[in-house]
């Protein structure tokens, strides 16, 4: 069965500071893999994918993410958080039938 | 292109009483999909639609669930006789067959909340 783990229920970080939002997956056959951010309220936004090719993706609002499939994970990085990029944010990977597994999401507070 | 719309945004009603929410997908989307999210949990799938016909259902869709796509473009979720544990938000997110049915655009969600 396919499955998606995202290590870390809830990441504080100051503004300004690195920050990485790990998930691990398990699956038998490839698959393509997502990060979404959700933002109080609203639905889920696209912020980057990994569908093949290089194991390093770049996405929106400056974050980028890299394909592992040794360790079979896909970390969400950014080098300078702000403010505003205080959300949940979901990794998830698509399976072949039609169906986006999300993991349990990570919750992340920018401080000032 | 407003993207995807779901209707109401926001529903509270009484157990045991009946439900119908709405989505309307990204106009020529031919994949339309409904997820439940509950607090503290990434969304789950529940079932999609290409075009009209209904192709996967989740076995969290159970009988009092029933979802419909009749002419291929919006679509609605019904609960029947809802239940505490089916407060949630849900989501509708809908795909293209040129962009691929990979990537998914969702809703803001409909969050329910049964007394």
């Known amino acids: 069965a396919q499955s998606v783990t995202q290590l870390d229920s809830q990441v504080p970080v100051f503004e300004e500071a690195p920050v990485e939002l790990r998930c691990n997956y398990s699956?038998?056959?490839?698959?393509?893999l997502f990060w979404y951010v959700q933002y109080p309220n609203q639905g889920l936004q696209l912020l980057l994918k990994?569908?093949?090719?290089?194991?390093l993706v770049k996405g929106i609002n400056g974050f980028e993410a890299e394909f592992n499939k040794s360790q079979t994970s896909f970390h969400l990085r950014k080098p300078s958080v702000h403010i505003s990029d205080t959300a949940e944010y979901f990794c998830a990977l698509y399976n072949q039938g039609g169906k986006l597994i999300f993991g349990q999401g990570t919750e992340l507070s920018v401080k000032p | 292109d407003t993207g995807v719309s779901q209707n109401p945004r926001h529903k509270i009603t009484k157990r045991g009483q009946n439900v119908t929410f709405r989505c309307d997908p990204i106009s020529e989307h031919n994949r339309l999909y409904w997820y439940r999210q509950t607090l503290g949990q990434g969304p789950e799938f529940l079932t999609y639609?290409?075009?009209?016909?209904?192709?996967?259902k989740s076995r969290l869709l159970s009988d009092r669930f029933s979802a419909e796509r009749p002419k291929g473009s919006f679509s609605t979720l019904e609960i029947q006789r809802t239940e505490q544990g089916d407060s949630a938000m849900y989501l509708c997110a809908s795909s293209s067959r040129s962009g691929g049915a990979h990537e998914q655009f969702f809703g803001p969600g409909t969050r329910l909340t049964v007394l």
């Open positions: 639609f290409q075009n009209e016909a209904q192709l996967e």
């Open positions: 699956s038998s056959v490839s698959v393509y």
């Open positions: 990994y569908l093949s090719g290089s194991t």
